[in-house]
């Protein structure tokens, strides 16, 4: 990154060391010139034919290749349509990629009609405007116009009174957009342009055109003309941060939020993004350091941030998501039940297997309260399975008739059913008194087991 920066840099001075060079070489080339004589214009070409050819290159002064240009104001007698060639240029639709070909034929111009500077500086006055009652027709082509008032003036097309009318303009586009900043597109190539300021301390070639008292003026009205777009910055960040609050809500409460409300939200996200990009590079050309903006969160975005703070701060050791550390080794760690369990517990350990249509299922039994050996239930052997339904609504019937059964029970112990094949060994040491309730679901279950 600072590479990067170092590069931007780098190429901001060379480009303003071309450009400062440029302007020293057109102000001495004007200051050496030496205006048309009479004679030197009877030489020249002054057929009507050339003439009104040139002014036709003019209007279109973008779309015609520049040395053209040149090579027709060496040839071709204009001293009598100055006036119109400064109202043709003023009134042109010029690109702003196309200034400098401008300038370059402006002061080529100057350095053959002395007239020429002062008729296009008047033009200029009509175009621009000064007072606070005048209204901007065309912002795109006032872009232009200030940045080509401003270019003429640094290579000497325009003298003091060039300057003066530069102030007039800046002025007005600063002193009467306060609220708004619908100016900014216009101001930000001007600063760029004059270097009112130097950037990160950065000493930049100067030229002594614009005097300081001069540049100070502009620096003073640019700095408050930045002062009120840092404000209208935030507010339109807290409005954003207002919006982006209500929507999370509706989507913590609701499940989502309004359609509108999005769209309102990206308008004015938009709007604020521009806003911002141009206080940057206001500041930037300033040499002031930009305030720092804090925007809300979006969901997403703190869910991110929350992830990658927490992973951090785990992976550090700051924080732990365990309280203390047997918690720790309780969820971490794989315990052996049977180092908990007391020894006695596992005096006798069998296993019972059941064969559900030949899947068997082994379910270890521990402790001396119940004891079996293993039990085999085929579902293939239907005499068993009958005798076992059969035996089911019987023992419920004597339930229900006898309440001593659970005297009869006790007293019994052990073998409830046996078959030929398939027995049942010593299902419970005893039954303890419980009482015939509990009896009665062990003896259901027991019996479920076998259906």
Known sequence: MGDVM??????????????????????????????????????????????????????????IQLASILQDVDKVNLSKFVEEMTTTIAEAKIKYSEVQSVVTVCVHLSCYYSEFSSLLLVEFRKLLPSKRSDKIQNPSK?????????????????????????????????????????????????????????????????????????????????????????????????????????????????????????????????????????????????????????????????????????????????????????????????????????????????TVTFLFHGMSVDAPVWGHHIYTTRLDIDTRTYFSAATIIIAIPSAIKIFNCVGGLSNILRAARLDVMSYDTHYIVAFSLYFKVYGCLRYSLCFLFMIALYV
Request: hydrophobic residues 35%.
């Open 6 to 63: 170092e590069e931007r840099l780098r190429t901001y001075i060379k480009e303003v060391e071309n450009r400062t060079k440029c302007q020293l070489d057109d102000r001495k080339k004007l200051k050496d010139a030496i205006p048309l004589s009479e004679e030197q214009l009877r030489k020249m070409d002054s057929a009507l034919k050339r003439t009104t050819a040139f002014m036709k290159k003019l209007k279109n002064i973008g779309c």
């Open 142 to 350: 006032l872009r232009v116009d200030i940045r080509l008032l401003a270019e003429l003036c640094l290579h000497g097309v325009f003298g003091k009174e060039g300057v003066q009318l530069l102030g007039s303009a800046v002025s007005f586009l600063t002193l009467t957009d306060r609220t708004e900043h619908i100016n900014i597109p216009i101001l930000l190539p001007f600063c760029k342009v004059m270097n009112v300021a130097s950037t990160a301390n950065i000493k930049l070639p100067e030229t002594s055109v614009i005097s300081v008292d001069y540049k100070k003026t502009f620096a003073q009205l640019l700095l408050d003309y930045r002062v009120s777009l840092v404000e209208h910055i935030k507010q339109d960040l807290f409005e954003m941060n207002q919006l982006l609050l209500s929507i999370k809500r509706q989507t913590r409460t609701r499940g989502d939020a309004s359609a509108e409300d999005r769209s309102h939200l990206e308008e004015i996200r938009a709007r604020y993004e521009k806003i911002l990009t141009s206080g940057i590079q206001l500041s930037e050309y300033l040499g002031v350091e930009m305030e720092t903006m804090k925007e809300e969160q979006s969901e997403d975005e703190e869910e991110e941030v929350s992830a990658l703070a927490l992973s951090r701060a785990l992976h550090e050791g700051t924080i732990t998501v365990w309280p203390d550390e047997d918690t720790r080794q309780f969820y971490e760690t794989r315990m052996e039940l049977r180092q908990l369990v007391p020894a006695i517990l596992f005096q006798s350990v069998d």
